[in-house]
């Protein structure tokens, strides 16, 4: 009330043109939790839980058995990407089991008031020449075609101009990286940092996905192993970063990308988020924008796994609302025994295989028994809890000055702890006017793998909490945003994302290298199954993006979709 009193009582022409959202008090707010059943997860742990530890509890015993070919536990981006690969490979008797009633894991979709709008993941980096199998997905859905001997995305699905935009020092500035009034010392370390990138990507390979980087025989360099012994904040005091403006769009691309911030995540992620894509860039720098292009939807990355499981819903191998109680693996085959929520009946699928594309932390309880790797990768992980916050607004908002209102719009020091700003569901819209002159929903954003009892309180507070949370921060830039609001949906994820702490690398590399050896016969189509850069037995693979220690779609697609060959080899 004190920000509000004060925009209200100033008499400088710049907030008189906000006064308007002074007055009238803030409408009755609809909304509550959407996207995820959290209590359903809840009750698999508590289930699960009943045993004495380290051992689970036994599973309810079947009330029916079902076979196939493939078992695909996990419907995430891995998951779906296993299927995909396994229907490539002429394989077509296979099921995949979901926890949730909608496949897509951190990439799931939704709506608020009839309008699309992001439930996690909202974008996709055009990939490079590494994450071969995503451009492989993205030609078979026509984002993508040869012109002329060259490669062009279609240009509906590029995000539109303007991209990107900061809220520093009262004003909108465009781009993220801050620049409005910073001095000297703060450009010159700009330009250092982004000189000390090009150094280390030029010394050795940062690939996404990563796995593409690590040979199957070799540990990670010895620059690698360096830079995941210390966390990024310590490798900026001993490199001398110490710039203010520079460590919080470092810290805030931290939390973008892995839940936590430079603090926590070891100095090989920081390096990551900028080497394995585009360099970082200081003001004045020429920008290759074809490769720092982005694929956005209304829906986010929705837009991809609603696609990817389409054929699956046509051909009855999708299962949704089943929890995942047992993996037994025995000599003949493997057991899965699967609760359908629906019914309340517990179903058991024998098949020769499965891929298990479950969180580590999951697939640690259900594999039974766990075997040592995986016992250790869930005690060795961390993971974020993470929330969006989908804000339905009923026409546009008023905007401070500055650069113009841009699909990603960024809060500096957002006063909500783990913030990371808003990305405007309507902005890729061919309609321009509706686009300036309707309704849309704000997708707010919050990583709280640095909030102390983060996961509690994600568990046990109202929906209003943070629905109220984000609002207040918005108001800010936005002061009649709780007059335009109607409804807020909130989107809870208590594990969202494996936190790359330093080890991380060095500890799931070990477990790759330490895969048992075993030979695949070749493709019913004449090709050789990938080397499977995760764990495996000779009847179970494990597919999953906290096998890279962090979550993004290259990491998880890339996995999936190796775990698919190699098990369509077996």
């Given at each position: 009330m004190q920000r509000r009193q004060f925009l209200c009582t100033a008499t400088s022409a710049a907030t008189a043109l906000l006064t308007a959202g002074c007055g009238p008090a803030p409408r009755a707010l609809q909304g509550g939790f959407a996207g995820i059943d959290l209590e359903r997860g809840h009750q698999l742990r508590d289930l699960l839980a009943r045993g004495a530890p380290p051992a689970p509890a036994p599973a309810p015993?079947?009330?029916?058995?079902?076979?196939?070919?493939?078992?695909?536990?996990?419907?995430?981006?891995?998951?779906?990407?296993?299927?995909?690969?396994?229907?490539?490979?002429?394989?077509?008797?296979?099921?995949?089991?979901?926890?949730?009633?909608?496949?897509?894991?951190?990439?799931?979709?939704?709506?608020?008031?009839?309008?699309?709008?992001?439930?996690?993941?909202?974008?996709?980096?055009?990939?490079?020449?590494?994450?071969?199998?995503?451009?492989?997905?993205?030609?078979?859905?026509?984002?993508?075609?040869?012109?002329?001997?060259?490669?062009?995305?279609?240009?509906?699905?590029?995000?539109?101009?303007?991209?990107?935009?900061?809220?520093?020092?009262?004003?909108?500035?465009?781009?993220?990286?801050?620049?409005?009034?910073?001095?000297?010392?703060?450009?010159?370390?700009?330009?250092?940092?982004?000189?000390?990138?090009?150094?280390?990507?030029?010394?050795?390979?940062?690939?996404?996905?990563?796995?593409?980087?690590?040979?199957?025989?070799?540990?990670?360099?010895?620059?690698?192993?360096?830079?995941?012994?210390?966390?990024?904040?310590?490798?900026?005091?001993?490199?001398?970063?110490?710039?203010?403006?520079?460590?919080?769009?470092?810290?805030?691309?931290?939390?973008?990308?892995?839940?936590?911030?430079?603090?926590?995540?070891?100095?090989?992620?920081?390096?990551?988020?900028?080497?394995?894509?585009?360099?970082?860039?200081?003001?004045?720098?020429?920008?290759?924008?074809?490769?720092?292009?982005?694929?956005?939807?209304?829906?986010?990355?929705?837009?991809?796994?609603?696609?990817?499981?389409?054929?699956?819903?046509?051909?009855?191998?999708?299962?949704?609302?089943?929890?995942?109680?047992?993996?037994?693996?025995?000599?003949?085959?493997?057991?899965?025994?699967?609760?359908?929520?629906?019914?309340?009946?517990?179903?058991?699928?024998?098949?020769?295989?499965?891929?298990?594309?479950?969180?580590?932390?999951?697939?640690?309880?259900?594999?039974?028994?766990?075997?040592?790797?995986?016992?250790?990768?869930?005690?060795?992980?961390?993971?974020?809890?993470?929330?969006?916050?989908?804000?339905?607004?009923?026409?546009?908002l008023q905007d401070r000055p500055g650069a113009a209102p841009s699909w990603d719009n960024v809060l500096y020091q957002d006063d909500n702890p783990g913030g990371l700003g808003y990305v405007d569901a309507g902005h890729q819209r061919l309609n321009t006017g509706a686009l300036l002159a309707g309704p849309t929903v704000l997708s707010y954003y919050q990583a709280l793998g640095d909030l102390p009892q983060g996961r509690e309180q994600l568990a046990t507070q109202p929906w209003t909490h943070w629905a109220h949370a984000a609002l207040d921060a918005l108001a800010v830039p936005h002061p009649d945003l709780p007059q335009r609001a109607t409804r807020v949906q909130v989107t809870r994820y208590g594990h969202a994302m494996s936190i790359p702490v330093p080890g991380t690398l060095q500890f799931l590399s070990k477990i790759g290298l330490q895969r048992p050896s075993i030979k695949r016969k070749a493709l019913s189509n004449g090709e050789q199954a990938p080397w499977l850069p995760t764990p495996a037995s000779a009847r179970l693979a494990f597919a999953h993006s906290d096998w890279s220690g962090y979550s993004v779609f290259e990491e998880a697609f890339t996995r999936g979709h190796a775990a698919g060959l190699w098990t369509a080899a077996g």
């Open positions: 015993a079947p009330g029916l058995v079902r076979r196939a070919q493939v078992v695909v536990a996990g419907g995430g981006v891995a998951g779906l990407a296993a299927a995909r690969a396994l229907r490539l490979a002429g394989v077509e008797d296979f099921v995949l089991l979901e926890l949730e009633d909608q496949p897509g894991g951190n990439s799931r979709g939704g709506a608020v008031a009839g309008l699309p709008c992001p439930l996690g993941a909202h974008y996709l980096p055009v990939p490079g020449d590494d994450a071969s199998e995503v451009q492989d997905l993205l030609e078979e859905l026509g984002l993508r075609q040869r012109v002329a001997g060259r490669w062009q995305y279609d240009e509906r699905h590029l995000c539109h101009s303007p991209q990107e935009r900061l809220f520093f020092r009262g004003q909108w500035q465009e781009g993220l990286l801050p620049q409005q009034g910073v001095d000297d010392s703060t450009l010159a370390q700009y330009r250092r940092f982004a000189r000390q990138v090009q150094a280390l990507m030029q010394a050795v390979r940062f690939t996404m996905p990563m796995l593409k980087s690590l040979s199957a025989n070799k540990p990670p360099s010895p620059i690698h192993q360096a830079l995941d012994a210390i966390t990024f904040e310590a490798w900026l005091d001993t490199n001398g970063y110490g710039d203010p403006h520079l460590r919080w769009y470092l810290d805030y691309s931290c939390r973008d990308d892995y839940g936590a911030g430079l603090a926590r995540v070891s100095a090989w992620a920081g390096i990551h988020y900028f080497a394995s894509r585009h360099g970082f860039h200081a003001p004045g720098e020429p920008v290759d924008e074809a490769r720092e292009a982005v694929l956005t939807w209304p829906e986010g990355n929705g837009w991809l796994t609603q696609r990817l499981a389409a054929p699956l819903h046509a051909g009855g191998q999708l299962r949704t609302g089943c929890s995942v109680l047992r993996i037994a693996e025995g000599r003949h085959g493997v057991e899965v025994d699967a609760l359908h929520h629906a019914s309340g009946q517990v179903e058991r699928w024998q098949a020769p295989r499965c891929i298990v594309a479950l969180p580590v932390f999951v697939a640690a309880r259900v594999v039974q028994p766990a075997p040592a790797f995986l016992q250790a990768a869930a005690q060795r992980l961390r993971w974020a809890p993470w929330l969006v916050a989908n804000i339905h607004i009923d026409a546009p």
